[in-house]
């Protein structure tokens, strides 16, 4: 049974495309709880045969009539995790939501890999990488991820964002999610005098072309 202590939001990815910036920015406003022992919860994928009473009991410091929400980009391309948070849905007594930030598909690969190159995780260049870990380039390739989680969800449950947007025109942005999880408030923008990298996947031309044919 699910307690009143639920998720209503569910920041479903893409990895590397501003689904911190989203969290942060939650986090920030009146009303909005999430758990606090670690930013990605992960869940609905790794952790769904624990049950939901341990999921909620992530969420039992929050107010119960708060804006509860779960950021996990790893959500996006695992493949059982839309039926999965669609069986929580169904005996929720509120409508969970939706939410997928995307980005330049080229982009957010190469953001990723040099995310994980500082990280010690690849010692092989960009090109060999794509080679290795197929899961480089496929995490760039949506249609498929956005398919299933409209098989399993109304269109006005699952609100897509682009991250190039969301930064280009962050109060037309965060207006769209206010209305989205039908907020009274206005979000705040916690980053508004903060000056953010719109491109920082980077890379050069012939980076640019190997992982655009990769894709």
């Known amino acids: 049974m699910v307690s009143s202590y639920k998720c209503h939001l569910v920041v479903a990815g893409a990895q590397k495309a501003g689904t911190t910036w989203i969290h942060n920015t939650l986090e920030y406003q009146d009303n909005f709880c999430c ?4 930013q990605e919860v992960h869940f609905f994928d790794r952790y769904y045969d624990m049950g939901y009473e341990k999921y909620e009991e992530k969420y039992k410091k929050c107010q119960k009539d708060g ?10 391309c695992h493949p059982l995790v839309p039926k999965r948070i669609s069986a929580y849905d169904r005996i929720s ?5 939706i939410m997928i930030s995307l980005r330049n598909p080229v982009e ?9 190159v500082n990280k010690g995780g690849y010692k092989e260049k960009l090109s060999e990488a794509i080679k290795v870990d197929k899961s ?4 760039s390739k949506y ?12 269109n ?5 964002l682009v991250m190039e947007e969301l930064f280009n025109d962050t109060d037309s942005a965060l207006n769209e999610i206010k209305e989205f999880v039908d907020y009274k408030n206005e ?3 916690i980053y508004k005098d903060t000056r953010l990298n719109k491109t920082s996947g980077g890379g050069t031309p012939l980076v640019v072309r190997a992982t655009s044919r990769a894709l």
Not at 93 to 97: E, G, L, R, T, Y
Request: aromatic residues 12%.
């Open 67 to 76: 804006i509860t929400f779960d950021v996990t980009p790893a959500y996006l």
């Open 143 to 154: 249609l498929n991820a956005i398919k299933k989680y409209i098989k399993y969800f109304d």
């Open 136 to 139: 480089l380039v496929g995490k």
């Open 156 to 160: 006005k449950n699952v609100k897509i």
């Open 35 to 38: 758990p606090k022992d670690s």
């Open 108 to 116: 957010r690969a190469i953001s990723a890999y040099k995310m994980k």
């Open 93 to 97: 007594s509120k409508k969970v939501k």
């Open 187 to 189: 979000i705040v923008n």
